[in-house]
């Protein structure tokens, strides 16, 4: 086990901020493709995306720190370093705001458009903590805002556009994971409904959080198929386009493993659930492969236009 300090920054949520890279792999792809020198892109996109991996971990000490009394109640969340008593409650806030402050520096550096969308998401996280965690829809909702923020910093920190569709998909999508994530609080708080811990938001439904997940799963399906068969896409990737929306079948097991998880009890990271769950794992590592080798392999584009005229 990681030593408390380290494990009080979440280091295997950083992975969530990979999509502040989503707007470099399409514009290196679209765009971008051809240019001899992308080296400035590459390092603000690497740069913006390790300013929101700090402000996040800022964000995840103080909140430990608030929350250490509830967290003690939790069958999961009672082994965090504060609520475990390996860190204190006041070093975890010292840290948390030392790493806040660094992340708003090096937004700055990159770009003032980038520290705007940071200064933004450091705004939505303080109203998040203080107050919007604990109402119901409204918790998911901004979680949510806060994922696209950073597809937008990553527009902006490579000097484009922000497309539409981007922020449609990334929306629903994280709307799901945060429904996955509540209906795992819920289904935690059923096994252990003698500790005394609830969900904060007063989510007591599974039948509303299922029904939550059926339509944003739906939503996130048909935004994803929509953009790749869209004359938007194939306008940036020409008949790469369809390669992505081949894809889809992956992102279907991954919405279903999360669900079927959820239900269990067994989400209380989305992230970590599909590092457990085998066929999740596979599903997002075929599918990034897929993403990979349909936008970046010159045999792969040639096949394709040969099969879909």
């Known amino acids: 086990m990681l030593?408390?300090?380290?494990?009080?920054?979440?280091?295997?949520?950083?992975?969530k901020n990979a999509?502040?890279?989503?707007?470099?792999?399409?514009?290196?792809?679209?765009?971008?493709?051809?240019?001899a020198d992308t080296g400035d892109e590459v390092r603000n996109a690497i740069l913006t995306a390790l300013a929101f991996c700090m402000a996040g971990s800022g964000f995840y000490s103080v909140n430990d720190a608030l929350d250490a009394d509830e967290d003690r109640r939790h069958p999961v969340k009672c082994r965090r370093p504060v609520a475990s008593g390996e860190v204190s409650a006041s070093t975890a806030?010292?840290?948390?705001?030392?790493?806040?402050?660094?992340?708003?520096?090096?937004?700055?550096?990159?770009?003032?458009?980038?520290?705007?969308?940071?200064?933004?998401?450091?705004?939505?996280?303080?109203?998040?903590?203080?107050?919007?965690?604990?109402?119901?829809?409204?918790?998911?909702?901004?979680v949510a805002a806060g994922f696209v923020l950073r597809a937008v910093a990553g527009a902006l920190a490579i000097g484009?556009?922000?497309?539409?569709?981007?922020?449609?998909?990334?929306?629903?999508?994280?709307?799901?994971?945060?429904?996955?994530?509540?209906?795992?609080?819920?289904?935690?708080?059923?096994a252990v409904a003698?500790?005394?811990?609830?969900?904060?938001?007063?989510?007591?439904?599974?039948?509303?959080?299922?029904?939550?997940?059926?339509?944003?799963?739906?939503?996130?399906?048909?935004?994803?198929?929509v953009y790749t068969l869209s004359d938007h896409a194939r306008g940036i990737f020409g008949v790469r386009a369809t390669g992505l929306a081949l894809?889809?079948?992956?992102?279907?097991?991954?919405?279903?493993?999360?669900?079927?998880?959820?239900?269990?009890?067994?989400?209380?990271?989305?992230?970590?659930?599909?590092?457990?769950?085998?066929?999740?794992?596979a599903a997002t590592a075929l599918f990034a492969a897929g993403v990979g080798i349909v936008l970046f392999w010159p045999p792969a584009e040639q096949a394709i236009a040969a099969v879909f005229r």
């Not at 030593?3 to 992975?15: E, K, N, V």
């Not at 999509?19 to 240019?35: I, M, T």
């Open 19 to 35: 999509f502040v890279l989503v707007p470099l792999v399409f514009w290196l792809a679209g765009d971008g493709r051809g240019e």
């Open 247 to 281: 894809l889809a079948p992956f992102v279907f097991v991954v919405i279903h493993r999360l669900y079927l998880r959820a239900n269990q009890g067994k989400a209380d990271s989305p992230v970590a659930a599909v590092i457990a769950d085998g066929a999740a794992r």
């Open 93 to 142: 806030v010292a840290i948390g705001l030392a790493l806040i402050a660094g992340a708003l520096a090096l937004a700055w550096w990159v770009r003032p458009a980038v520290l705007g969308v940071i200064g933004t998401y450091v705004a939505l996280q303080v109203a998040y903590n203080a107050r919007l965690k604990r109402v119901r829809l409204v918790d998911v909702v901004t």
């Open 160 to 190: 484009i556009g922000v497309s539409t569709w981007l922020v449609v998909v990334v929306y629903a999508l994280t709307l799901f994971l945060g429904f996955v994530k509540r209906l795992g609080d819920l289904r935690a708080a059923e």
């Open 194 to 225: 003698d500790a005394g811990w609830r969900p904060r938001a007063g989510y007591g439904s599974a039948e509303d959080l299922n029904w939550l997940l059926a339509v944003t799963g739906s939503v996130t399906m048909m935004s994803y198929l």
């Open 3 to 15: 030593p408390g300090p380290i494990r009080l920054l979440r280091p295997g949520d950083w992975t």
